[in-house]
């Protein structure tokens, strides 16, 4: 059993995809080939923002989305601390400092009522009112941006995180890399925010053959301003440089294979949301030992992971050991929330700031989880669990 089979996908597809490549290998336009545009329209009217601007990776999107909103030395952003590693130190690449708050123990994503205190500790930056980076800093960060993240494929609570970011002063860029496919109150995810961001590393729900990613915006000026950003700044020619940008360009051999696999998205959203229920319906009661995802009402997850939470730590090596014995893989997204990670030690926070971060971190796995997993191999995954 896989963890995610990417296999299954390219047996139903391939010819499709095959298709695209040789495309690509017949008009050679390797560098900002035709597909690219294609892709970004298609993506764009999908999640329903007038620009989609395609870039190398995730993580480069949300540099590009920080740079083209000014956000640079001197700032600080809001994010959460219990995310991959690329949502924080894309803000620490652009030269300004992560402001962590804490999660909420059902969502897993950024607790609006910690971020309204955040907002007003980071603003007046007093420490006393909530934690805050404990470095030596000459003067008091300036907050400029919340960047949320839609953790497994949940969107965050944008009305709440919109409103207070509002009424801060402060843009909003979303960290879509797991959320593509997702919904939140009848929107689409990607078009929750002033700035969206969304990736296509392979194991993502729309993922390619390589690293990619794309950055979606309402507004034009940002838009036109990442475009050049991510070709060095280029102005009207590629012999003028505005400003300092980066290589940073999507590939057209990726925009061409996810062109064939946006074909079949909608299809394998449904697919996974089908897989999700069925682990729910072996798994959501009190005798499982195991607490569920819960997805908000008003949401629908992209299902990028189906994460679940044992009692305990050692509830869950036990739950991890039961499942590998029996050739079910399962992973841990994350065994270390950020401000604990070496990696941003400079900041100077200590264990026990962000307390549900923590407790998560200590309980949290996830199951297999693909459009293809089969509805038997799921109860076999609910039965060792069960047995535990
Ligand atoms: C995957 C991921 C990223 C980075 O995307 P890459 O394409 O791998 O650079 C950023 N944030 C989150 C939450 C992710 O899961």
């Known amino acids: 059993m896989r963890f995610i089979d990417l296999g299954a996908q390219?047996?139903?597809?391939?010819?499709?995809?095959?298709?695209?490549?040789?495309?690509?290998?017949?008009?050679?336009?390797?560098?900002?080939?035709?597909?690219i545009a294609m892709l970004e329209k298609k993506l764009a009217e999908y999640v329903g923002v007038a620009h989609g601007v395609g870039c190398s990776s995730g993580t480069d999107a949300l540099l590009l989305a920080l740079m083209a909103c000014g956000v640079g030395s001197g700032d600080a952003v809001i994010t959460s601390p219990f995310t991959f590693t690329a949502t924080a130190e894309a803000i620490m690449l652009a030269g300004a400092i992560p402001v962590f708050t804490d999660i909420d123990s059902l969502t897993f994503n950024m607790d609006p009522a910690a971020l309204e205190r955040v907002i007003r500790a980071a603003t007046e930056w007093d420490a006393s009112l909530h934690p805050l980076p404990a470095g030596d800093y000459a003067k008091p960060p300036r907050l400029k941006a919340v960047m949320p993240v839609d953790l497994f494929g949940i969107p965050a609570d944008y009305d709440r995180i919109n409103a207070l970011a509002a009424d801060g002063g402060l843009v909003v860029i979303e960290d879509a890399a797991q959320s593509f496919g997702g919904e939140y109150k009848a929107?689409?995810?990607?078009?929750?925010?002033?700035?969206?961001?969304?990736?296509?590393?392979?194991?993502?729900?729309?993922?390619a053959y390589g690293d990619g990613g794309m950055i979606f915006t309402g507004d034009g000026r940002l838009a036109a301003r990442m475009r050049s950003l991510l070709v060095h700044g280029q102005g009207r020619d590629k012999y003028e440089n505005l400003e300092i940008g980066l290589n940073g360009r999507l590939d057209t051999l990726q925009a061409?294979?996810?062109?064939?696999?946006?074909?079949?998205?909608?299809?394998?959203?449904?697919?996974?949301?089908?897989?999700?229920?069925?682990?729910?319906?072996?798994l959501d009661h009190d005798s499982s030992g195991v607490r569920v995802p819960k997805v908000p009402a008003d949401c629908c997850s992209a299902w990028a992971q189906y994460s679940v939470l044992a009692r305990d730590a050692s509830h869950r090596a036990l739950l991890q050991e039961n499942l590998g014995k029996a050739g079910v893989p399962t992973a841990i997204y994350y065994p270390r929330p950020l401000h604990l990670q070496p990696a941003f030690s400079s900041l100077g926070y200590r264990e026990g700031d962000f307390p549900v971060s923590e407790a998560c971190s200590r309980r949290i796995f996830s199951l297999p989880m693909h459009p293809y997993l089969e509805p038997e191999d799921q109860e076999r995954i609910a039965r060792v669990i069960l047995s535990a």
């Open 10 to 35: 390219q047996k139903r597809i391939r010819k499709a995809i095959e298709n695209r490549i040789h495309a690509v290998l017949d008009h050679g336009q390797y560098i900002m080939g035709p597909e």
């Open 187 to 207: 929107r689409k995810a990607c078009a929750l925010a002033e700035i969206a961001c969304t990736s296509f590393f392979p194991a993502k729900p729309l993922g």
């Open 256 to 282: 061409a294979v996810l062109l064939a696999k946006f074909e079949i998205f909608p299809e394998e959203r449904i697919m996974r949301e089908r897989v999700a229920g069925q682990y729910s319906f072996f």
